[in-house]
Protein backbone atom coordinates (compact mmCIF):
# COMPACT_ATOMS: atom_id res chain seq x y z
CA UNK A 1 0.00 0.00 0.00
CA UNK A 2 1.08 3.12 -0.80
CA UNK A 3 0.40 5.68 1.71
CA UNK A 4 0.09 9.29 0.88
CA UNK A 5 -1.44 11.46 3.50
CA UNK A 6 -3.43 10.39 7.14
CA UNK A 7 -5.18 13.05 9.93
CA UNK A 8 -6.70 12.41 13.12
CA UNK A 9 -9.58 14.48 13.46
CA UNK A 10 -10.95 15.39 16.82
CA UNK A 11 -14.95 15.20 16.41
CA UNK A 12 -16.96 17.97 17.57
CA UNK A 13 -20.67 17.86 17.88
CA UNK A 14 -22.97 18.12 14.66
CA UNK A 15 -23.86 21.58 15.72
CA UNK A 16 -20.59 23.34 16.27
CA UNK A 17 -20.73 26.85 14.53
CA UNK A 18 -16.89 27.65 14.25
CA UNK A 19 -15.67 28.24 11.23
CA UNK A 20 -12.18 26.75 10.91
CA UNK A 21 -11.39 22.88 12.45
CA UNK A 22 -7.65 23.71 11.68
CA UNK A 23 -6.93 22.86 15.65
CA UNK A 24 -8.75 19.69 15.45
CA UNK A 25 -7.32 17.91 12.62
CA UNK A 26 -3.86 16.19 13.78
CA UNK A 27 -1.53 14.67 10.42
CA UNK A 28 -0.27 11.16 11.11
CA UNK A 29 2.13 9.20 9.58
CA UNK A 30 0.43 5.78 8.36
CA UNK A 31 3.24 3.54 8.92
CA UNK A 32 4.09 4.70 12.44
CA UNK A 33 1.16 3.02 15.27
CA UNK A 34 -1.63 5.67 15.60
CA UNK A 35 -4.78 4.31 17.35
CA UNK A 36 -5.19 3.52 21.29
CA UNK A 37 -4.97 -0.83 21.13
CA UNK A 38 -8.55 -0.34 23.44
CA UNK A 39 -10.22 1.00 20.44
CA UNK A 40 -13.26 -0.47 19.54
CA UNK A 41 -12.67 -0.74 15.58
CA UNK A 42 -9.88 -2.90 16.69
CA UNK A 43 -11.40 -4.87 18.95
CA UNK A 44 -14.44 -5.14 18.15
CA UNK A 45 -14.68 -3.67 14.38
CA UNK A 46 -17.08 -1.31 15.84
CA UNK A 47 -17.64 1.83 13.71
CA UNK A 48 -18.26 2.79 9.76
CA UNK A 49 -15.94 4.00 7.37
CA UNK A 50 -16.13 5.55 3.76
CA UNK A 51 -13.88 5.06 0.86
CA UNK A 52 -13.95 7.30 -1.88
CA UNK A 53 -12.29 7.62 -5.12
CA UNK A 54 -9.35 10.84 -5.23
CA UNK A 55 -8.88 11.70 -9.05
CA UNK A 56 -6.09 13.91 -9.89
CA UNK A 57 -6.51 15.57 -6.51
CA UNK A 58 -9.89 15.51 -7.03
CA UNK A 59 -12.30 13.83 -3.98
CA UNK A 60 -15.24 12.20 -6.30
CA UNK A 61 -19.12 12.54 -4.38
CA UNK A 62 -17.96 13.90 -0.83
CA UNK A 63 -21.72 14.82 -0.32
CA UNK A 64 -22.82 11.33 -1.17
CA UNK A 65 -20.15 9.83 1.42
CA UNK A 66 -20.92 11.80 3.59
CA UNK A 67 -24.80 11.86 3.32
CA UNK A 68 -24.15 7.69 3.70
CA UNK A 69 -21.49 8.19 6.83
CA UNK A 70 -24.40 10.39 8.66
CA UNK A 71 -26.87 7.65 7.68
CA UNK A 72 -25.16 4.89 8.77
CA UNK A 73 -23.81 6.56 11.81
CA UNK A 74 -27.41 6.93 12.32
CA UNK A 75 -27.92 3.32 12.49
CA UNK A 76 -25.26 2.36 14.47
CA UNK A 77 -25.81 5.30 17.32
CA UNK A 78 -22.90 7.05 16.65
CA UNK A 79 -22.31 10.82 17.21
CA UNK A 80 -23.69 12.29 13.80
CA UNK A 81 -20.81 13.75 12.07
CA UNK A 82 -20.20 17.27 11.70
CA UNK A 83 -20.43 18.08 7.65
CA UNK A 84 -18.33 21.26 7.63
CA UNK A 85 -15.71 19.55 9.73
CA UNK A 86 -15.15 16.11 7.53
CA UNK A 87 -15.15 18.50 4.44
CA UNK A 88 -12.72 20.32 5.39
CA UNK A 89 -10.51 17.64 6.44
CA UNK A 90 -11.04 16.18 3.16
CA UNK A 91 -10.14 19.06 1.47
CA UNK A 92 -6.97 18.85 4.00
CA UNK A 93 -6.12 15.22 2.89
CA UNK A 94 -6.65 15.79 -1.04
CA UNK A 95 -4.60 17.76 -0.98
CA UNK A 96 -1.71 15.66 -0.78
CA UNK A 97 -3.09 13.34 -3.50
CA UNK A 98 -1.46 14.67 -6.83
CA UNK A 99 -1.70 13.01 -9.92
CA UNK A 100 -3.59 9.44 -10.72
CA UNK A 101 -6.02 7.70 -8.89
CA UNK A 102 -6.32 7.43 -4.99
CA UNK A 103 -8.28 5.59 -2.36
CA UNK A 104 -9.69 7.91 0.58
CA UNK A 105 -10.97 6.34 3.59
CA UNK A 106 -13.26 7.91 6.33
CA UNK A 107 -13.15 6.21 9.58
CA UNK A 108 -15.17 6.42 12.50
CA UNK A 109 -15.18 4.17 15.52
CA UNK A 110 -16.87 4.35 18.57
CA UNK A 111 -13.45 5.22 19.85
CA UNK A 112 -11.67 3.46 23.28
CA UNK A 113 -13.10 1.38 25.64
CA UNK A 114 -15.00 2.67 28.25
CA UNK A 115 -14.44 6.41 27.21
CA UNK A 116 -17.69 8.20 25.14
CA UNK A 117 -15.55 10.10 22.82
CA UNK A 118 -15.65 8.47 19.13
CA UNK A 119 -12.36 8.21 17.64
CA UNK A 120 -12.00 9.63 13.40
CA UNK A 121 -9.65 9.67 11.09
CA UNK A 122 -9.05 9.69 7.03
CA UNK A 123 -6.42 7.72 5.12
CA UNK A 124 -5.25 8.39 1.78
CA UNK A 125 -3.06 6.24 -0.43
CA UNK A 126 -2.81 5.10 -4.20
CA UNK A 127 -5.53 3.34 -5.60
CA UNK A 128 -4.81 -0.28 -6.97
CA UNK A 129 -4.98 -0.70 -10.74
CA UNK A 130 -8.41 -1.39 -11.97
CA UNK A 131 -7.99 -1.20 -15.73
CA UNK A 132 -8.42 -4.72 -16.24
CA UNK A 133 -11.73 -5.21 -14.42
CA UNK A 134 -12.91 -2.08 -16.19
CA UNK A 135 -12.09 -3.31 -19.60
CA UNK A 136 -12.01 -7.33 -19.53
CA UNK A 137 -14.95 -7.60 -16.80
CA UNK A 138 -15.24 -9.55 -13.96
CA UNK A 139 -17.10 -13.21 -13.53
CA UNK A 140 -19.23 -13.56 -10.23
CA UNK A 141 -20.87 -16.19 -8.72
CA UNK A 142 -23.69 -15.66 -6.39
CA UNK A 143 -23.23 -16.68 -2.67
CA UNK A 144 -26.14 -16.96 0.04
CA UNK A 145 -25.84 -14.09 2.27
CA UNK A 146 -28.08 -16.42 4.91
CA UNK A 147 -31.13 -14.34 5.61
CA UNK A 148 -34.43 -13.39 3.45
CA UNK A 149 -35.27 -10.55 1.80
CA UNK A 150 -37.32 -9.16 5.30
CA UNK A 151 -34.39 -9.52 7.76
CA UNK A 152 -33.34 -6.10 7.71
CA UNK A 153 -36.58 -4.87 8.37
CA UNK A 154 -37.22 -7.31 11.40
CA UNK A 155 -33.28 -7.27 12.64
CA UNK A 156 -31.98 -3.64 12.75
CA UNK A 157 -29.92 -4.39 14.97
CA UNK A 158 -28.13 -5.82 12.44
CA UNK A 159 -27.01 -2.90 11.06
CA UNK A 160 -27.77 -4.44 7.35
CA UNK A 161 -27.74 -1.27 5.92
CA UNK A 162 -24.64 0.42 7.21
CA UNK A 163 -21.04 0.64 6.37
CA UNK A 164 -19.64 -1.07 9.18
CA UNK A 165 -15.92 -1.72 9.69
CA UNK A 166 -16.91 -5.24 10.08
CA UNK A 167 -16.14 -6.15 6.67
CA UNK A 168 -14.59 -9.78 7.38
CA UNK A 169 -17.68 -11.25 6.30
CA UNK A 170 -17.53 -9.58 2.84
CA UNK A 171 -13.65 -10.42 2.42
CA UNK A 172 -14.17 -14.25 3.19
CA UNK A 173 -17.26 -13.94 0.50
CA UNK A 174 -14.75 -12.79 -2.19
CA UNK A 175 -12.11 -15.24 -1.13
CA UNK A 176 -15.17 -17.83 -1.36
CA UNK A 177 -15.56 -16.75 -4.89
CA UNK A 178 -11.60 -17.08 -5.90
CA UNK A 179 -11.83 -20.69 -4.54
CA UNK A 180 -14.93 -21.13 -7.22
CA UNK A 181 -12.85 -19.55 -9.64
CA UNK A 182 -14.35 -16.45 -9.69
CA UNK A 183 -13.31 -12.75 -9.62
CA UNK A 184 -16.25 -11.66 -6.96
CA UNK A 185 -19.22 -12.60 -5.66
CA UNK A 186 -23.16 -11.45 -5.54
CA UNK A 187 -24.95 -11.82 -2.17
CA UNK A 188 -28.02 -13.20 -2.95
CA UNK A 189 -30.92 -13.53 -0.13
CA UNK A 190 -31.96 -17.52 1.34
CA UNK A 191 -34.89 -16.98 -0.51
CA UNK A 192 -33.13 -16.00 -3.72
CA UNK A 193 -33.29 -12.51 -4.35
CA UNK A 194 -30.19 -10.23 -5.48
CA UNK A 195 -28.62 -8.07 -2.57
CA UNK A 196 -25.17 -6.23 -3.30
CA UNK A 197 -21.31 -7.41 -4.22
CA UNK A 198 -19.44 -7.62 -1.09
CA UNK A 199 -17.50 -4.46 -2.38
CA UNK A 200 -19.82 -2.92 -4.64
CA UNK A 201 -23.69 -2.40 -6.09
CA UNK A 202 -25.19 -4.75 -8.84
CA UNK A 203 -26.45 -2.74 -11.93
CA UNK A 204 -28.29 -4.67 -14.76
CA UNK A 205 -29.68 -3.93 -18.30
CA UNK A 206 -32.60 -5.00 -20.20
CA UNK A 207 -32.81 -2.98 -23.07
CA UNK A 208 -33.10 0.78 -22.57
CA UNK A 209 -33.79 -0.44 -18.72
CA UNK A 210 -31.48 -0.21 -15.62
CA UNK A 211 -32.40 -1.69 -12.31
CA UNK A 212 -30.74 -1.80 -9.06
CA UNK A 213 -31.51 -4.18 -6.27
CA UNK A 214 -33.66 -1.72 -3.74
CA UNK A 215 -31.48 -0.09 -1.04
CA UNK A 216 -33.65 -1.01 1.81
CA UNK A 217 -33.32 -4.47 1.43
CA UNK A 218 -30.71 -3.82 3.89
CA UNK A 219 -27.73 -2.98 1.40
CA UNK A 220 -25.73 0.17 1.20
CA UNK A 221 -26.79 2.65 -1.47
CA UNK A 222 -24.33 3.01 -3.68
CA UNK A 223 -22.94 5.96 -4.72
CA UNK A 224 -21.58 5.54 -7.89
CA UNK A 225 -24.63 3.62 -8.57
CA UNK A 226 -26.91 7.09 -7.57
CA UNK A 227 -24.22 8.83 -9.79
CA UNK A 228 -24.82 6.10 -12.75
CA UNK A 229 -28.38 6.68 -12.67
CA UNK A 230 -28.37 10.62 -13.11
CA UNK A 231 -25.65 9.78 -15.78
CA UNK A 232 -28.02 7.52 -17.59
CA UNK A 233 -31.09 9.29 -17.30
CA UNK A 234 -29.33 11.93 -18.43
CA UNK A 235 -28.87 10.20 -21.68
CA UNK A 236 -32.51 9.13 -22.09
CA UNK A 237 -32.58 5.35 -20.21
CA UNK A 238 -35.13 4.77 -17.85
CA UNK A 239 -33.80 3.83 -14.26
CA UNK A 240 -35.63 1.75 -11.66
CA UNK A 241 -34.86 0.48 -7.73
CA UNK A 242 -36.26 -2.71 -7.71
CA UNK A 243 -36.82 -6.33 -5.95
CA UNK A 244 -34.19 -8.64 -8.36
CA UNK A 245 -34.87 -12.18 -8.09
CA UNK A 246 -31.58 -14.21 -8.90
CA UNK A 247 -33.03 -15.26 -12.49
CA UNK A 248 -33.01 -11.60 -13.47
CA UNK A 249 -29.23 -11.39 -12.99
CA UNK A 250 -28.62 -14.36 -15.29
CA UNK A 251 -31.28 -13.68 -17.96
CA UNK A 252 -30.44 -9.30 -18.02
CA UNK A 253 -29.21 -8.05 -21.63
CA UNK A 254 -26.17 -6.90 -19.33
CA UNK A 255 -24.75 -6.45 -15.66
CA UNK A 256 -22.33 -4.21 -13.70
CA UNK A 257 -20.56 -4.09 -10.34
CA UNK A 258 -20.03 -0.59 -9.37
CA UNK A 259 -18.27 0.76 -6.67
CA UNK A 260 -16.40 4.32 -6.12
CA UNK A 261 -12.79 3.01 -6.89
CA UNK A 262 -13.24 0.05 -8.97
CA UNK A 263 -15.70 2.02 -10.98
CA UNK A 264 -18.12 0.18 -13.71
CA UNK A 265 -16.53 -3.06 -13.67
CA UNK A 266 -18.77 -4.95 -16.32
CA UNK A 267 -19.77 -8.56 -15.79
CA UNK A 268 -18.82 -11.48 -18.06
CA UNK A 269 -20.37 -14.35 -16.22
CA UNK A 270 -22.69 -15.49 -13.40
CA UNK A 271 -22.28 -18.37 -12.38
CA UNK A 272 -20.23 -19.65 -15.27
CA UNK A 273 -23.31 -18.97 -17.64
CA UNK A 274 -21.47 -15.97 -19.71
CA UNK A 275 -22.64 -12.79 -19.85
CA UNK A 276 -22.31 -10.02 -23.20
CA UNK A 277 -20.31 -7.45 -22.21
CA UNK A 278 -21.61 -3.72 -23.68
CA UNK A 279 -17.93 -2.39 -24.06
CA UNK A 280 -18.92 1.09 -25.53
CA UNK A 281 -21.24 1.97 -22.70
CA UNK A 282 -18.74 0.95 -20.33
CA UNK A 283 -16.46 2.70 -21.29
CA UNK A 284 -18.47 5.57 -21.90
CA UNK A 285 -19.81 5.20 -18.22
CA UNK A 286 -15.96 5.13 -16.58
CA UNK A 287 -15.36 8.05 -18.63
CA UNK A 288 -17.82 9.61 -16.88
CA UNK A 289 -17.23 8.48 -13.44
CA UNK A 290 -13.51 9.54 -14.01
CA UNK A 291 -14.87 12.77 -14.52
CA UNK A 292 -14.29 15.94 -11.45
CA UNK A 293 -17.65 14.77 -9.86
CA UNK A 294 -19.35 16.59 -6.55
N1 LIG B 1 -22.01 -2.34 -1.35
C1 LIG B 1 -20.99 -2.63 -0.52
C2 LIG B 1 -21.13 -3.74 0.47
C3 LIG B 1 -19.79 -1.87 -0.57
O1 LIG B 1 -18.79 -2.14 0.29
C4 LIG B 1 -19.68 -0.83 -1.51
C5 LIG B 1 -18.47 -0.02 -1.59
O2 LIG B 1 -17.48 -0.26 -0.98
C6 LIG B 1 -20.76 -0.60 -2.38
C7 LIG B 1 -21.91 -1.36 -2.27
C8 LIG B 1 -20.66 0.47 -3.42
O3 LIG B 1 -20.72 1.74 -2.84
P1 LIG B 1 -20.00 2.99 -3.51
O4 LIG B 1 -20.48 3.07 -4.91
O5 LIG B 1 -20.47 4.13 -2.70
O6 LIG B 1 -18.54 2.76 -3.42
Given at each position: MAWRSALLIDPVASDDRRGDFADTFRPFDPEQPALRVGDLSAQRGDGIFESLGVIDGHPQEVGAHLDRLVHSARLCDLPTPHLGQWRAAIARVAADAGAGENVMKLLLSRGVEGQPVPTAWITLASAPDNTRSRHEGIDVVTLD??????VPARA?????GAKTLSYAVNMAAIREAHRRGADDAVFVTSDGFVLEAPTATVLLRTGRRFVTPEPSAGILHGTTQLSVFSYLEGRGFDTAYETVPRATLVEADAAWLLSSVRLAAPVTAVDGAPKTVDRALTDEMNAYLLSPRD
Amino acid sequence: MAWRSALLIDPVASDDRRGDFADTFRPFDPEQPALRVGDLSAQRGDGIFESLGVIDGHPQEVGAHLDRLVHSARLCDLPTPHLGQWRAAIARVAADAGAGENVMKLLLSRGVEGQPVPTAWITLASAPDNTRSRHEGIDVVTLDRGHALDVPARAPWLQLGAKTLSYAVNMAAIREAHRRGADDAVFVTSDGFVLEAPTATVLLRTGRRFVTPEPSAGILHGTTQLSVFSYLEGRGFDTAYETVPRATLVEADAAWLLSSVRLAAPVTAVDGAPKTVDRALTDEMNAYLLSPRD
